[in-house]
C-alpha cells in the first residue's frame, strides 16, 4: 500500500507584506512548497495587485481542467476542495491504487544539468528549467522489475529522477510530456518536474503505476 506524506509547510511564516511572499504567490519557490493548489485561496488572501493574480489564476485553473488535472466536478469553486501536491511517497511492490497520481507545479530557474549532473542519460536529454529542492521523494522499499512515472500536463514540460545508480532525465516521451520507465532499485529518489522554458509555472499530474504497456516507449531505465 503506498504511504502518502504531504509536505508540511515551513515552521516560519514569512509577512504576507514581504517582497519574498509576493514573489512566491506568482511561482512555487516558498519555502512551504505550497501543499494545495488553489488559486482561488491566492486571489483572496495575495497583497499583490488583483490583475495579475486573477490572470494568473485563470491561467493556471483552465488548464488544469482542460487536462483533466483537477478533478472536481463542476459545483460552487468557491467550496470545492483543493488538490494536494508536492506529495512525496513510500511504495511496495503490489501497491494500490494503481495508477497512483501525485501533483505538482513545474518549473524554477535552475537549468537541469546543474542538477543532474549530465546532459544526456540512457533514458534522454536533460533539459528545462527545474527548482534546487526536488517535488517529490519516491522511496522504494523493494526491486520493481517495472515501474513507470509518467508526467501529465497541458505545457511542455521535463523530468529527472535521481537515485540509487544515478541520475536519469526524459523529455517528450508522450507529445510534450516526459516519462521514465523500467527496472527500479530499492531507494530514496528526487523526482524534479521541470518547464522547458525557464521561470514558467505550470500544473502537472505523475501517474506511478507497475503496469507495463505492450509499446512503452523510448524511456526505458
Not at 514569512?14 to 488553489?38: D, G, Y
Not at 533514458?123 to 527545474?130: D, L
Not at 521514465?180 to 505550470?202: C, M, R, T
Request: aromatic letters at 8%; a positive charge.
Amino acid at each position: 500500500m503506498p504511504i502518502v506524506q504531504p509536505r508540511a509547510k515551513a515552521k516560519n511564516t514569512i509577512p504576507r507584506n514581504s517582497q519574498r511572499w509576493n514573489r512566491s504567490v506568482m511561482n512555487k519557490r516558498h519555502p512551504s512548497r505550497l501543499t494545495t493548489m488553489s488559486p482561488l485561496s491566492l486571489l483572496s488572501d495575495s497583497p499583490v495587485s488583483v490583475l495579475r493574480l486573477w490572470r494568473w489564476g485563470t491561467a493556471l485553473t483552465t488548464a488544469a481542467f482542460a487536462s483533466g488535472l483537477l478533478m472536481t466536478p463542476a459545483v460552487d469553486a468557491q467550496s470545492a476542495a483543493p488538490q494536494p501536491i508536492f506529495e512525496n511517497v513510500k511504495l511496495g511492490r503490489r501497491f494500490s491504487p494503481d495508477p497512483l497520481i501525485i501533483r505538482g507545479i513545474s518549473g524554477g530557474s535552475v537549468s537541469t544539468p546543474d542538477v543532474s549532473g549530465r546532459r544526456e542519460t540512457p533514458t534522454g536529454s536533460c533539459i528545462g528549467f527545474i527548482d534546487e529542492q526536488p517535488d517529490h521523494i519516491l522511496e522504494l522499499t523493494s526491486f520493481f522489475n517495472y515501474l513507470s512515472l509518467q508526467v501529465e500536463s497541458p505545457e511542455d514540460t521535463t523530468l529527472l529522477v535521481r537515485g540509487p545508480g544515478g541520475s536519469w532525465c526524459n523529455d517528450d516521451a508522450d507529445g510534450k510530456n516526459p516519462g521514465i520507465s523500467g527496472q527500479w532499485l530499492a531507494g530514496e529518489y528526487k523526482v524534479w518536474v521541470g518547464s522547458f522554458q525557464e521561470d514558467k509555472y505550470h500544473p502537472y499530474v505523475i501517474r506511478i503505476s507497475e503496469v507495463q504497456l505492450l509499446n512503452p516507449g523510448p524511456s526505458r531505465r
